[in-house]
């Protein structure tokens, strides 16, 4: 079949990696994909990941036969409807996608299927004061998320009832413009996080390998939040016990919940969790894979994951297996000098001899004369199996010193706190 993926980051470079593979896969375009995706498949340049007709057109000149969603804009914005049956779309509905489009809404379901959550309660400019209040009901820290989507910048964890109050009136202020015209203030859980990824059918589900990604720009998790710095699957703690309740608590009621509001999912469920003393809570919804827990993932995954897909998007998992490597899987994300904050672009990157890693490109390009060339903040990751997480990390850090552009930066320090829970 032909597949058409959508989006240009190393989560896509490792959906096309996988899917490149499949014996089903007959083409691939990448739209508008990156430096490195061009291995895997045709990119196509140019166009909006939302710009549903010009997509389309693309679709009937190339007779694409299934579309695979990386990202979440075009899911929020209503890809799946808009195709309406005329192409396979792995992914959710409009309002499916609104799980992760309004966290309003994610918590009103979640309370809807009493689904183990923080608790909360939102507001806007009209119960602005009722905010201040319910503030000082709360011990610190305060959560205060902007309900839109805003690029993962829309949480704030705060220390002080006084800023986090006077954060409440700038975020309705519009802070994140649109996206933080309502607000959803919750109770601080603690705990260790992790990343449970669900392919589902809206009926049947497969549970995918469980990941855990490191946030934080500095060792340590210290310093402002990223994209995404690395992460690491296999996830100690979600073992059996733990993942059993997960399952029960969690990802059966939030299939059979959307099918009893009547939802239309067939796509990937990406469920950020928190252990709360072996307890799951969900701390959030994404309606798609994660970014960089899928460069792990899908090293793990035996299966063929377009005969996955094309069953989800059909309505039709039926008991299709899904086959999980029992290594383990490790991704280092190389990342520009300044990043998260502003960076430079353009800059040449030399690859020397990687060994056993793959690597993901994320933000590379390629410059008029063919040259590889940074492009974003986070440039490329690093990923490995082995037979130990120490060993992965070892084959993506020699790797990583076989890559050379100026500023080079990533942390080493991946992994290292579950090393110490084994
Ligand atoms: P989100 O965008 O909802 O995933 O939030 C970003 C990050 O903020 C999460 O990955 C958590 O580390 C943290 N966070 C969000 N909600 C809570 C909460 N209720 N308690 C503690 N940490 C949270
Ligand atoms: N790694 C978190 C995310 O993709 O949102």
Request: hydrophobic share 40%.
């Amino acid at each position: 079949m032909t597949i058409l993926l959508l989006g240009s980051g190393g989560r896509e470079s490792a959906l096309a990696w996988k899917i490149s593979r499949s014996p089903l896969c007959d083409k691939l375009y990448i739209l508008p994909g990156n430096g490195g995706t061009d291995v895997y498949g045709e990119n196509v340049p140019g166009i909006k990941t939302t710009d549903f007709p010009t997509i389309e057109k693309f679709c009937d000149e190339h007779a694409v036969d299934m579309i695979v969603v990386g990202n979440e804009d075009p899911l929020v914005a209503g890809i799946y409807d808009y195709f309406d049956g005329r192409r396979l779309v792995v992914g959710p509905s409009k309002m499916g996608a609104m799980l992760e489009g309004s966290k309003d809404f994610a918590k009103a379901f979640m309370s809807r299927h009493n689904i183990p959550t923080a608790r909360y309660r939102s507001f806007t400019a009209e119960t602005l004061e009722e905010g201040i209040e319910f503030l000082l009901t709360l011990k610190a820290p305060y959560v205060l998320k902007a309900d839109g989507l805003a690029a993962g910048k829309g949480v704030l964890i705060i220390d002080s009832l006084e800023e986090a109050q006077k954060s409440l009136r700038e975020m309705i202020g519009g802070m994140f413009g649109n996206s933080s015209a309502t607000v959803v203030i919750e109770e601080f859980l603690s705990g260790i996080e992790c990343s449970v990824f669900v392919l589902t059918d809206g009926k049947q589900y497969r549970i995918l390998p469980v990941a855990k990604d490191y946030k934080r720009i500095g060792e340590g998790d210290t310093g402002p939040n990223t994209g995404g710095m690395g992460s690491i699957s296999p996830v100690v703690f979600a073992d059996e016990v733990f993942m059993q309740k997960v399952e029960e608590r969690i990802i059966r009621p939030t299939v059979e919940g959307l099918a009893a509001e009547g939802i239309t999912y067939r796509g990937f469920i990406f469920l950020g969790l928190i252990s709360v003393e072996g307890e799951p809570m969900v701390i959030e919804y994404n309606v798609r894979m994660g970014d960089p827990e899928t460069e792990s993932v899908m090293l793990r995954i035996d299966s063929d994951l377009v005969a996955l897909m094309r069953a989800a998007a059909e309505g039709n998992l039926g008991d299709m297996p899904l086959a999980i490597s029992p290594k383990a899987a490790a991704t280092v994300v190389v990342v520009s000098q300044g990043y998260p904050g502003s960076y430079p672009k353009g800059l040449p990157i030399e690859l020397g001899d990687i060994g056993n890693a793959i690597l993901f490109h994320a933000g590379t390009d390629r410059d008029a004369k063919g040259q590889l060339v940074t492009s974003g903040g986070r440039v490329i990751a690093v990923s490995s199996t082995a037979d130990t997480i120490e060993q992965a990390l070892q084959q993506n850090f020699a790797a990583i010193d076989a890559i050379s552009y100026e500023g080079k930066n990533f942390r080493r320090d991946i992994g290292r706190d579950l090393l110490k829970l084994m």
